[in-house]
């Protein structure tokens, strides 16, 4: 085997900061390619003629397409092809888990690396933007249909986009002061910048999306009321899963015990990060707890170890192979000095004369049978516990339906959980309006929730100008 074909099998590295100067900065970590760097990797691609890779896609990208225009030097064309399907390519070659979906497809992973699709989707999108080359996409003819989006996470930027780009009038309903859902409130700076997660949505505006912030729909003004007085003619629900979920034990009311939730909103959308310059509250420990295992847990402590925590453990009741959160997240929390606790539950926390934590008492576990996800289920190990000092605890093991918008939604069936039930297009028991994302599946990843939004957005327009006004779903009791 030639020299060549043997680094064929390694992607390109992406260069990224120092691990000790990445843990005290909010700086992006990985720093992106250079257009050398993307060429080449780019030029691993073997241009199947039946790419997996696409199929692994919730959004269908042309991958192949794009990669060659990124092997052939044309930066801002690769970047106008993955806009095609992908409104939010810039967001998505960040955060979403392609290891997953579209790389644990490709051919090369059989005998080497992947082809690194999610860095040469960033590299595309920011060569477009850095260089002022993003041109606007032609709109269909104007239907006459008003859209209204509530939230505008990743689900309800991807239906705006495609709904605009249809001929609609669309109008996003954020009930946040920033437009951007979990991608501005949830992921950290360095994942994911604002300015980034801004442009985009400045993109969106572009294309003629109205945005209206501060909107609480079902508190400001009413699903019902945006159909039958607003004169909207359809309404898209993509408000996440955004209530805080914690475990019912003792101390969780004390001070300095947070959801991950309020925990990360405090410092991404409303910046603590950037005291003193953005003077919002927030607890600095010194000694942190974060309870979970995702990327969300994930985000929590590395963000503390930035707010300057001397120690963060994460405290998860399961091992390593169990963990949810992406390899790459772990891996940057490891190089940046988390201490990862695996087979570890809190079962109680302790507070000081202030009502103020600081400690946690945590129960060893063991693995027993699978249970329903088909993961084996964490079982107490008998007489082995130990308690950890701690001033600051984050409790990052899931969020459930905020009940505002449902409450205040005649004819809308949920399902057990509380989520809104939908049918694959999005459709749900409520003529006329459709639901996607976390408010339906539960926490999901973004790219999942852009799926979400872009099947409903097709749906909207098929029965926005059938014409026949027929409401038909099997939405209800899923």
């Known amino acids: 085997m030639t ?11 992406m260069p990224e900061q120092e691990p000790e100067v990445r843990a005290r900065n909010f700086k992006e970590v990985p720093l992106g ?22 199929l692994g896609c919730p959004v269908g990208v042309d991958i192949p397409g794009f990669i060659a225009l990124v092997a052939e030097g044309k930066f801002a064309e690769a970047a106008r092809r993955i806009k095609q399907t992908n409104c939010l390519p810039a967001i998505c070659g960040r955060v979403c888990p392609q ?11 059989k005998k080497g690396e992947p082809a690194a699709i999610g860095r040469l989707e960033r590299f595309a999108a920011d060569y477009e933007r850095q260089h002022q080359l993003v041109e606007m996409p032609p709109r269909a003819p104007r239907t006459g249909k008003r859209i209204a989006i509530v939230g505008s996470g990743p689900a309800g930027l991807t239906a705006a986009g495609d709904l605009a780009l249809l001929g609609h009038d669309v109008t996003i309903f954020e ?65 996440g899963a955004g209530l805080p979920a914690f475990m019912g034990i003792p101390g969780e009311n004390l001070g300095g015990v947070y959801s991950a939730n309020e925990y990360l909103t405090r410092s991404n959308l409303m910046r603590a990060y950037a005291f003193p310059e953005y003077d919002t509250p927030i607890v600095r420990g010194r000694n942190v707890c974060v309870v979970g295992g995702g990327n969300v847990a994930m985000d929590a ?64 576990m063991e693995l027993g049978e699978p249970d329903a996800s088909g993961r084996r289920r964490p079982v107490p190990k008998p007489g082995a516990e130990f308690t950890l000092e701690t001033d600051l605890v984050i409790v990052a093991i899931g969020a459930g339906a905020n009940p505002i918008l449902t409450r205040q939604t005649a004819g809308l069936e949920l399902n057990a959980r509380g989520y809104i039930a939908a049918d694959p297009s ?8 459709w639901a996607g994302g976390d408010i339906v599946t539960g926490s999901a990843t973004v790219i999942l929730a852009m799926g979400a939004g872009k099947t409903a957005a097709k749906d909207i327009h098929a029965w926005l100008t059938s014409g026949n006004g027929v409401w038909t779903t099997n939405a209800a009791g899923t």
């Not at 074909?5 to 390109?12: E, G, I, P, W």
């Not at 079962?347 to 129960?363: F, I, K, P, S, T």
């Open 3 to 13: 020299e060549k074909r043997r680094r064929s099998q390694h992607r390109v590295p």
């Open 33 to 54: 390619y250079t257009p050398e760097q993307a060429r080449e990797e780019a030029g691993r691609c073997l241009r199947c003629k039946r790419p997996l890779c696409v």
């Open 99 to 109: 290891e997953t979906q579209c790389e644990a497809q490709c051919v090369l992973g």
């Open 175 to 239: 009930a946040f002061h920033k437009p951007g859902g979990v991608l501005m409130y949830g992921i950290p700076e360095f994942r994911l910048p604002k300015e980034i997660v801004e442009q985009e949505v400045e993109y969106l505006c572009r294309l003629g999306v109205t945005l209206e912030l501060n909107q609480v729909i079902g508190k400001s003004i009413t699903v019902d009321e945006l159909l039958d007085q607003e004169g909207f003619d359809a309404v898209f629900i993509g408000v």
């Open 301 to 364: 402590a590395r963000t503390a170890r930035r707010l300057g925590a001397e120690h963060v453990w994460v405290l998860y009741r399961r091992s390593r192979d169990e963990m949810p959160a992406r390899a790459e997240e772990v891996h940057h929390a490891e190089q940046e000095g988390i201490i990862f606790k695996f087979l570890c539950a809190p079962v109680e926390y302790l507070g000081d004369e202030r009502r103020m934590v600081r400690a946690a008492r945590c129960q060893e």
């Open 426 to 433: 999005g459709r749900t028991s409520r003529r006329a309006v």
